[in-house]
């Protein structure tokens, strides 16, 4: 057993008690989220920008129907977080993998839960795009999305028209 005997053992033991106290519950939140801590850090990454840039659009392209359930919790985590320290700044979530199915019309009880987040989204004045180009490939039209989903012509160039308005891109995986 060690024995603490100066002051300076004991605040710095103190110090090391005060980091775990946040870290801890960070890494936790980090981890329920399914966040690498490369992917938690984009949010501070773009605060460090100067100047900050308009807006942030995310960039969503997978291969699976049900993977939007995982990555929109990751967009809206770096949105709270940035809005924290600057709430002036706009988002936008384009979706052009096979993710992007789940939001159409006929899955808003199957996938519920996307559709619920997307909805939140966009009532938290975050539009939501999908692109109709890859879509098409598929045989699914614009009409097969619900009003609150806009359907871009194609989801790379919806992307570099945010960024032609000083978005910063950040690319969900």
């Keep these: 057993m060690v024995a603490l005997s100066t002051s300076a053992s004991i605040q710095g033991l103190r110090l090391v008690c005060e980091i775990m ?5 960070t890494l936790l939140a980090i981890l329920a989220l399914g966040l690498s801590p490369v992917q938690a850090d984009e949010a501070s990454e773009f605060l460090q920008l100067d100047p900050l840039p308009d807006g942030i659009v995310f960039e969503i392209v997978e291969a699976g129907e049900d993977d939007l359930q995982v990555l929109l919790p990751k967009v809206r985590y770096i949105i709270e977080k940035v ?5 002036n700044i706009e988002f936008a979530v384009v979706s052009h993998g096979r993710e992007e199915f789940a939001l159409q019309t006929k899955y808003q009880t199957q996938y519920s839960e996307i559709h ?7 009532t938290d004045n975050v539009p939501v ?16 999305f619900p009003d609150y989903v806009n359907v871009a012509p194609t989801g790379p160039g919806q992307i570099s028209l945010f960024e032609d308005l000083g978005y910063y891109l950040i690319v969900i995986e």
Excluded: M
């Excluded at 809005?83 to 709430?87: A, D, V, W």
């Design 129 to 144: 795009f999908v692109c109709e180009t890859h879509a098409g490939w598929y045989g699914v039209l614009a009409e097969d």
């Design 83 to 87: 809005r924290r320290e600057n709430p």
């Design 21 to 25: 106290k946040t870290a801890i519950p």
């Design 116 to 122: 619920q987040s997307v909805l939140s989204l966009v």
